[in-house]
């Protein structure tokens, strides 16, 4: 339904109260020709000595704000002044979103929430305790840590494993902004629940299982396919899909990610695919027109290998081996993510978890854009400058280190088609 800008933003304010009946709330998105402070902003009540309390949490792609306001102190109005498109509010009867339309009026929706929907009573449960704001979002107690071996028989995390599951928890935090994403941003009302997540190089699956059944927790519907090469985890990982009687919804297969086949995807992940498989990871992912792309890269060597020459003067770098491969790591990863950027995703690259847990502690995570999803030759002629400058600063870097970036080649058709300043088709 489309309505008076103010009238929908009195419509979600009226919403709010009692604070406590609200699971969510999210604000994302920009308004045309507009740059909100912040990504995205997530709140929900909490008691702080015993008074409820509204905890913002504003994300600006590399922390995290947290402010905790009294109730009246929330007002929905400032944030769509601000600049942001998107307003969702969910509580224990109704899901509601608002939506700043390009001429500034605002479409609403709100659709009625089953008491059964799982994710909205796991959320309530939990939900007022100020002290569980870092809880996990899945319990070590879930069956399917223990058939991956994370967990001893009694659900006890191994502590052998218990880097793996935190990498795996935190993992799942930019899994959740990816369905918010996916959900507000890119699904109709026809297929909201549906969600197809394909992990690149997924191993023994860890991260694949948890993805799945984070999904569902969260009331959706996933389709999960991992792929690896090698034949032995795609049978160990069948197996235990049988186990926790899921196969209907996961499936593994033993492919080299080059030669799998491009797929309608929601989300693709990879967690450590090495070296050039992280490009073709991304490469998969943009070929499959998947809305959110979330890789943590591993190994750097292809172009760590291409180094032998620098420009002047960071020869001053170069010269130590140590220094040479982190600056070939910091190269490698920029130029993945001003492909993706050139390509119309929204890319961010943040550390996704601590460093002790693991070095390879970064995360590269794309949102493709409205832009990009729309047909060829549909950008504004401010994006196509925009891209433009984008191309331009890639193949200054190109020339300037004489490398040949693998993720350049796999991309080449859609990079050709950005620099003759088109959107992808
Ligand atoms: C470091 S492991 C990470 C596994 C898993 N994602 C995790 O974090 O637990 C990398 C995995 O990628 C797989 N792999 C490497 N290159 C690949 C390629 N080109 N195609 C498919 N799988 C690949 C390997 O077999 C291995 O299982």
Known sequence: MISDLAEGIVKAQSLLSPPQSISRIVISGKQRNKSPQFLRIDIRPVLIKSAIHWQVVSHDGKKDITKNLRPEALKLEEFIQSGFANLLIENDQVEFTLRVTKSGQAQLNTRRVSPADVSRSDKQGNQLSHDRVKNRLLDEGEELFKHLGITDHDGKLKPSRSDKFKQVQEFLKSIQLAIE??????????????????DLGCGHAYLTFAAH?????????????????????????????????????MKFSATKIAELPAMKTDLAIALHACDTATDDSIAWAVKSKSSVILVAPCCHHDIQKQLSTSPAPWKIATRYGILQERVGDIITDSIRAQILRVLGYRTEIIEFIAGEHTPRNLMIRAFKSHDGKSAANSLSSQQVSERAADVQELDQMIEQWQIKPKLMD???????????GKGLS
């Open 181 to 198: 994403f996916v959900q507000v941003d890119t699904k109709d009302q026809s297929d909201k629940n549906s969600f197809k997540i394909v």
């Open 213 to 249: 059944r984070f999904a569902r927790k969260l009331g959706l519907s996933p389709e999960v396919l991992g792929v690896d090469e090698r034949v032995d985890s795609r049978e160990r990982n069948n197996a235990i899909a049988d186990l926790l009687n899921i196969s209907s919804e």
């Open 410 to 420: 796999l991309l080449r058709s859609e990079l050709e088609q950005a620099r003759a």
